[in-house]
């Protein structure tokens, strides 16, 4: 009985390790390993067969082509951090906004969304937000729970906007095309974003002091020096989105190939801003290296886990689980989505992504929702991709709650670890909570609705 629930007592042992702080990567590899041997040893794996593991490490992480993007990505991410694209963005944004209740905290949303579509570092995304903005805020008198909030939020948009890396992992792991998730996450990206402007607007209407309004004296002296900080501040950023983005979108360019030109582009940026130099370029390569290192090093250690539970037959006591259930595709759909929220208050997205997805992707590929995803068909012929893309971007959708949800949010952690001492960690959780709610409402809106997140990949795909 102890062999049959062997791949259960895996998902226990992995649960337990992971809130010992130990780096994920040896964690999984290391409980993938443990688990071989004591599978071995009760008769119900056969050694041999993990034979296969340098072929599927090499083959499908190492040598991945859509996995190039990755460190690419990351690279631009760290060099727009450093080139001063968002400190002239959130200034031109809050000129913009000064009269408009909220403003500022409009203009922290805007900037967040902006610069979601240019990288997906959610880490240096918050801690950048934090550093400019939050002291502005504080010092107009902005309650502390809106703006903290506020600046969490906002900061955590690049996981789902493309280009994202978590979307570039996903897709992978789905065997899906990347820039077909891509164009489906595009709109509910920008609807959680939406989402966000309008809580703002009207909350800071009902309460006006929580938000008290710029001056005027912070707008530019004359139209030419208003057009100068416009072009100067938003051009820059929209040329990078159009060529990264635009290029994937319109079929001129691969992800990958997209990636690189996008590298290229911040790294121009920070020369015409003249904030390169040596110092710049070698600190961005070296913090590039390390999270590129740290990302690739859980794909081996989750190529190692994830092998052993399906030669252990993992997948197949999920699934006979899953129809014992007999809650229908709904359900199950239902289930997953709770579970990966949940585990979302314990765990970071690329635990929970390479966890989740090899297990429960064959799954959900199998699902049939009837005439609720009818209609899609530009988006593939299969009818199991367009679930499985419909569901990369509703899980994705999901996640972002784990960004925020305590106690270990790790955007609250960035938040909290470069916030002046007087913002204390109980305001910061009852900031976040709205905008937890507005996620999940953005959720169940792409529910509900998949035309949100099929409807432009099946127009500009299907022709």
């Known amino acids: 009985m102890i062999a049959e629930i062997l791949p259960l007592l895996m998902f226990a042992a992995l649960a337990a390790l992971l809130f010992t702080g130990y780096p994920v990567a040896f964690i999984l590899g290391g409980v993938g390993l443990g688990f071989a041997v004591l599978g071995e040893w009760m ?10 593991l340098p072929n599927r490490v090499f083959g499908s992480t190492i040598e991945n082509p859509v996995l190039v993007a990755i460190p690419m990505f990351t690279f631009m991410g760290t060099m727009l951090e450093r080139s001063g694209v968002a400190a002239d963005l959130l200034n031109a944004l809050s000129v913009l906004t000064r009269r408009i209740p909220g403003g500022l905290a409009l203009s922290v949303t805007l900037m967040g969304t902006i610069m979601a579509a240019t990288t997906g570092i959610i880490g240096a995304s ?26 969490a939020a906002s900061g955590t948009l690049g996981i789902l906007i493309p280009p994202s890396i978590m979307l570039v992992i996903m897709a992978d792991l789905m065997s899906i095309p990347v820039g077909t998730v891509f164009i489906a996450a595009a709109i509910p990206g920008f ?24 001056p005027d004296d912070i707008a530019p002296a004359d139209r030419a020096e208003y057009r100068s900080m416009l072009i100067n501040s938003f051009l820059p950023p929209i040329a990078l989105i159009v060529v990264t983005l635009g ?7 691969t992800p990958t190939e997209a990636s690189g030109v996008g590298a290229v582009g911040a790294t121009l ?29 859980i794909f081996i250690g989750a190529t190692c886990f994830s092998l052993v539970f399906k030669t252990l037959g993992g997948d197949l006591l999920i699934k006979s689980y899953i129809e014992a259930m007999g809650v229908g595709p709904w359900g199950i759909l239902f289930v997953l989505l709770v579970m990966v929220f949940i585990l979302g ?12 997805l090899p297990v429960f992707g064959p799954v959900v590929a199998g699902l049939d929702f009837g005439d609720h995803l009818a209609g899609f068909g530009g988006v593939s012929s299969s009818m199991s991709v367009v679930t499985l893309v419909w569901f990369t971007v509703l899980l994705s959708t999901n996640l972002q709650t784990s960004f925020l949800t305590p106690p270990f949010g790790f955007a609250l952690f960035y938040l909290k670890g470069v916030a002046p001492p007087e913002v204390t960690i109980q305001q910061i959780y009852r900031g976040i909570i709205p905008f937890v709610l507005l996620q999940l409402f953005g959720l169940a809106l792409c529910v509900a609705f998949p035309v949100l997140v099929l409807g432009l990949p099946n127009y500009i795909l299907g022709g």
């Open 43 to 52: 008769g119900v794996l056969n050694w041999a067969r993990l034979s296969v």
């Open 126 to 151: 918050v801690v950048m937000m934090t550093l400019m903005a939050l002291p502005v805020m504080m010092a107009r008198g902005y309650s502390h729970p809106l703006a903290t909030g506020t600046i």
């Open 191 to 214: 609807l959680l974003s939406a989402l966000y402007c309008v809580y703002i607007l009207v909350l800071c209407g009902l309460k006006p002091s929580m938000a008290p309004p710029m």
């Open 247 to 253: 290029s994937i979108f319109a079929g001129f360019a």
């Open 269 to 297: 940026l920070a020369l015409y801003n003249r904030k390169l130099n040596l110092e710049v370029m070698s600190d961005v390569c070296h913090r590039s290296a390390l999270t590129t290192a740290m990302l690739f090093g």
């Open 345 to 356: 208050f314990f765990f970071d997205w690329i635990e929970i992504t390479l966890i989740v």
